[in-house]
Nanobody
Framework: QVQLVESGGGLVQAGGSLRLSCAAS????????MAWFRQAPGKEREFVAT????????QYADTVKGRFTISRDNAKNTVYLQMNSLEPEDTAVYLC????????????????WGQGTQVTVSS
């Protein structure tokens, strides 16, 4: 089992920045690919970014490319999402997810999920 706990969400004005963290516990964090997804009210959960276990492979959704940066610190069992130039359309619950080995875009490929952290961007 892997337990994931997100933090760092909040209310920010458009154009502002937030840094989300996801702390993992349980099995060896460095063996897991990590991802961030988000879900806005009335919408399906959507992929945001993913990072491989070693950090060499990173992918982003087109909607956040150039504004968001995913990173990880295996010594701290933590993955981060730096979000810059936030837009009202980024408002959602942001969820951290983990799976062994390979990264995927699809949420159903991830075995473990956190509870999420709310991000609200005001215009």
């Amino acid at each position: 089992q892997v337990q994931l706990v997100e933090s760092g969400g909040g209310l920010v004005q458009a154009g502002g920045s937030l840094r989300l963290s996801c702390a993992a516990s349980g099995r060896t964090f460095s063996n897991y690919a990590m991802a961030w997804f988000r879900q806005a009210p009335g919408k399906e959960r959507e992929f945001v970014a993913t990072i491989s276990w070693g950090g060499r492979s990173i992918q982003y959704a087109d909607t956040v490319k150039g504004r968001f940066t995913i990173s990880r610190d295996n010594a701290k069992n933590t993955v981060y999402l730096q979000m810059n130039s936030l837009e009202p359309e980024d408002t959602a619950v942001y969820l951290c997810a983990a799976r062994p080995d390979t990264t995927y875009y699809e949420d159903f490929m991830y075995n473990y999920w956190g509870q999420g952290t709310q991000v609200t961007v005001s215009s």
